[in-house]
RNA sequence: GGAGGCGUAGCUCAGUUGGUUAGAGCGCUACCUUGACAUGGUAGAGGUCGGAGGUUCGAGCCCUCUCGCGUCCACCA
């Protein structure tokens, strides 16, 4: 087939995607012989569409699956779905709205029609947008946080850990949202700074004789006020401490409590305390048996324990109480006041701490096991920093409250038993109570945080609690990549949870990614409006140049910015690699190649095979240690610079000459080269380096099941590829001079060289003649043996002069032969100045001190060819 | 309040256990349509690595202090 001039992703990416898939290359095998490389993808939630911060993790953990799959692993990369509870429940719901329905209208089982609906609508939506960045995953293992599989595995470990007694129900405060009514684990709220004010209030004693001052934030709060604190070695009250308080606008009394939680010298030193709506004042009411008076309904609105209140708004409320409290006389002052308000993380309301009958996970048991496995390297965390934030979090963690008031969930396997209030949690559903064997029992309304079985996903997936197969061959997990942003919500929790049911961590690995920013470093939001479409640009650009931007120059852990321009740089590559291809292929149509191991090697293929065992060598490291950017930048010079820069150029004299050995020679090494470099460059690039592949000679199947290159020692080439730079030490010589020399490129030039190494110079003389655009080259013993003009270059191989005639411009050579030995003697004595110090030399390594002899050696030789050149001007 | 990150060329960023002359892309200058590619080529310019100390034969990298800018966690009512 021809290949177009210009590379045009459009023209096959889609095409080579499908063939992929229907030639099951993604899926993943159990293969005694092979060794298992698993990962496993974040689910992105059902009501999800693909954004930046998918293709970078896509691109990742794509790169890492290819990468393996080609080094012989089975390797398994299992994509899925999460059912985000509260997120589609919230979108459905205000779906719903539009049709001017509520739950309450369609009932639970009419709303979960409705919500499996939505997910048949949309639940592929994403998994069909990934397929676009060329995401390699197994799809005939796809799962989803609710199907029968997964929820199998939800029963399992909750029944488990509620017979542990690590899952328990109590009235605690939970942050709850008034807007999705339901309640939040701690993760779920999101804080903010808002603007607010401090209201003073006086609270006079029950006798009449005395009063005291408190502030809040939250005014409406008051109502369900049980006690005011004060800290007991504060002597402003030691009179009051026991003493009774009239709470105004109420007709309740409150006492007055000493205890340390307050701070004297904060505010008035006096404390309201609402055990109903403030965690710390819970805790207080409990040291203090406070009684707990919940003023506020679910909706936000108050109740009747509110009084007069009862009805309004929380924050209409809250303007009557102020307004009352001024009524009255007990607004002492206003102040304004800037504060850390809880936001819902899905609908953004502000959440309210509310004592409430919940479902907790008790978090110490199992927070400490999941410390240690990470301290003890189990677990490691890439880049390393990141660990710390997980002991921060896992250190200080509080009991995870797992049940929300929602419908769409793993409902909580707990039945109740209306007759003996027995209360029942069993793998199986029951029908009755094995306590009284009464039949009227029914389960709990809640379902589970979305997060509980998310946390399971490394091996709900692959069939646990079932001792299957894929479980047993794929788990544990290799790695895990994802960003920081979801450490707490997810990737501890999936680390405590592996601990606790499988018996061992989830993932060797995790490699946390950064978040990918605007042009302007401001991270991509909704109500910005700043959000790149990953989709427009794969139209624009194609995938591979999307997934190449995404990885280059990025350091693991560190945040990117997008930017077209980049995008663009990256395609600039690929269509270099592309044209390069076209060049290999032009050559090498109807010809038979010869094998790379029955060819004589020139210097030129020597040099050009020795940089590319150093590029696989290091490409190989880096990839094993998911330096993506890093592994990436190494191919890409070795392909724009090495390979198309040089070797191309160094190939032509050779391809286009009448020795057909050294033609197919040199035909065998380009394709030989390519080769490599598209293997190296597939996990990338998958795309455009299988379109290529399958137009090269001699190669069958697919690339992306091909090996990826191994290094080979033989092949290195060391000391020849040293000698050969030297060869290009001249042809850049001359070009220089050329150049500075106002010389036309397109002019031929004669050159004269004088050399210790006339073989190697001879040996490659068509190279420097067709790259250094000269017409022919004469070996000569010195400069006396040069007939005119000439302008000159020395380098560490040879002294090289070329006839200009009116070019040559002797001032200008004098000013550059003076430079060059300033320059030179700038060399020498930095080197000498370390070789005089006897701390260097007796305690640096003795490679670097030789290397510094040898610099002083080959700077003084070059330094003398200079001078003499000098003089002979 | 605690933790962590960033500061390197005009811009955006790499720089892996300390070791030659600190790199890339974009941009910039000059020249070039040379039989793969102008989405290109050749030759260049451009950095006292935020600042100050210290450790070391040797510091962009390690230690201390300091300035500036993001981030996460906690939170005083």
């Not at 380096?689 to 020692?713: A, H, K, Q, V």
Request: with cysteine; proline share 5%; net charge negative.
């Amino acid at each position: 087939m021809e290949m177009q001039k210009t590379y045009n992703p459009k023209d096959f990416e889609d095409r080579i995607y499908a063939d992929w898939e229907s030639a099951g290359y993604f899926r993943a095998e159990i293969d005694e012989n092979k060794v298992p490389f698993t990962i496993m993808m974040p689910p992105p939630n059902i009501t999800g569409q693909l954004h930046m911060g998918h293709a970078m993790d896509a691109t990742l953990q794509d790169t890492l699956i290819r990468f393996k799959r080609m080094q012989g692993y089975s390797a398994l990369w299992l994509p899925g779905c999460d059912h985000a509870s509260i997120a589609t429940e919230v979108k459905i719901v205000e779906k719903m709205k539009e049709e001017g329905l509520t739950k309450a209208d369609l009932g639970r089982e009419g709303f979960l029609k409705r919500a499996w609906d939505w997910k048949e609508q949309y639940g592929n939506r994403i998994m069909t947008q990934q397929r676009k960045m060329g995401t390699s995953c197994d799809w005939s293992r796809q799962a989803f946080t609710l199907d029968e599989k997964c929820s199998r595995a939800v029963r399992e470990v909750f029944v488990n850990l509620y017979n542990k007694g690590l899952i328990y129900q109590g009235d605690r405060i939970i942050n709850w949202c008034p807007c999705c009514k339901t309640a939040l684990s701690d993760a779920e709220v999101e804080y903010a700074e808002e603007a607010g004010h401090f209201w003073h209030f006086r609270y006079p004693a029950a006798d009449g004789t005395s009063s005291v001052t408190v502030a809040t934030t939250r005014p409406e709060t008051m109502l369900g006020d049980t006690a005011v604190a004060v800290h007991p070695d504060d002597e402003r009250y030691q009179s009051l401490v026991g003493k009774t308080l009239k709470l105004p606008l109420t007709d309740r009394e409150i006492p007055v409590v000493a205890d340390a939680y307050v701070d004297p010298a904060f505010g008035t030193g006096c404390v309201k305390i609402t055990p109903a709506h403030d965690p710390n004042d819970f805790e207080v009411g409990l040291r203090h048996a406070l009684p707990i008076i919940r003023v506020m309904n679910d909706d936000g609105s108050m109740n009747e324990k509110a009084g007069v209140y009862c009805g309004l708004d929380r924050y209409e409320a809250r303007k009557r109480v102020v307004a009352d409290m001024e009524k009255n006389g007990n607004l002492v002052k206003i102040e304004a006041h800037t504060h850390n308000v809880g936001h819902c993380y899905r609908c953004h309301s502000t959440v309210e701490p509310i004592v409430s009958k919940q479902w907790f996970v008790k978090m110490e048991p199992l927070a400490k096991p999941a410390i240690q496995a990470v301290m003890k390297n189990k677990t490691s965390f890439v880049p390393e920093r990141f660990s710390k934030i997980y002991y921060n979090w896992m250190e200080n963690v509080r009991d995870w409250c797992i049940s929300r008031q929602l419908w769409w969930g793993h409902r909580i396997p707990v039945w109740y038993c209306k007759d003996c209030g027995k209360v029942i949690c069993e793998k199986e559903d029951p029908t009755a109570c094995p306590a009284c064997g009464s039949k009227n029992i029914r389960q709990d309304e809640d379902v589970l945080d979305t997060w509980f079985s998310s946390a399971l996903w490394p091996f709900s997936t692959l069939g646990f609690p079932e001792e299957t197969e894929d479980y047993k061959y794929f788990y544990p997990t290799d790695v895990l990549v994802t960003g920081y942003d979801i450490i707490f919500f997810w990737v501890s929790r999936m680390i405590f949870s592996g601990i606790e049911h499988t018996g061992k961590v989830p993932f060797r690995d995790v490699l946390i990614h950064g978040i990918v920013r605007d042009e302007q470093g401001r991270k991509m939001s909704k109500s910005l409006g700043n959000g790149i479409d990953p989709l427009v640009v794969i139209d624009k650009y194609g995938a591979d140049s999307l997934r190449l931007s995404l990885l280059t120059g990025v350091a693991p852990g560190n945040d990117t910015r997008y930017s077209d321009t980049k995008v663009e740089a990256c395609r600039n590559f690929i269509n270099k690699l592309w044209n390069a291809a076209r060049f290999v292929l032009m050559n090498a149509e109807g010809k038979t190649i010869p094998s790379i191991e029955s060819v004589k090697l020139a210097p030129a293929d020597k040099w050009i095979v020795s940089k590319l065992q150093s590029c696989i060598r290091e490409v190989t490291t880096n990839l094993n240690k998911y330096e993506m950017g890093v592994a990436s930048d190494l191919v890409m010079n070795f392909v724009w610079d090495d390979f198309c820069d040089w070797y191309i150029e160094l190939s032509k004299p050779a391809l286009y000459g009448e020795d057909e050995k050294r033609k197919a020679d040199a035909l065998s090494v380009l394709c030989f080269v390519l080769e490599n470099a598209l293997k190296l460059l597939h996990p990338f690039i998958p795309f455009v380096t299988e379109e290529i592949y399958s137009n090269l000679p001699g190669t069958e199947g697919s690339i992306m099941i091909s090996d990826f290159p191994r290094y080979n020692y033989k092949s290195s080439y060391k000391k020849e590829a040293k000698a050969f730079e030297g060869v290009m030490e001249i042809i850049k010589a001359v070009r220089a001079m050329k150049k500075d020399a106002e010389c036309p490129p397109s002019k031929k030039v004669e050159l004269f060289v004088v050399t210790e190494n006339k073989r190697l110079v001879q040996l490659n003389k068509d190279c420097i003649l067709k790259l250094a655009g000269a017409s022919n080259l004469t070996l000569v013993e010195d400069a006396s043996a040069v007939q005119g003009k000439t302008v000159s270059a020395v380098t560490e191989l040879a002294q090289i002069y070329v006839p200009l005639g009116e070019l040559v411009d002797i001032e200008k050579e004098r000013a550059r032969l003076t430079a060059e030995i300033e320059r030179i003697d700038g060399e020498i004595a930095r080197a000498e100045s370390k070789l005089s110090n006897e701390q260097f030399v007796s305690k640096a390594p003795q490679k670097l001190v030789d290397a510094e002899r040898e610099k002083v050696k080959k700077y003084q030789g070059m330094k003398e060819k200079c001078l003499a050149q000098l003089e002979n001007l």
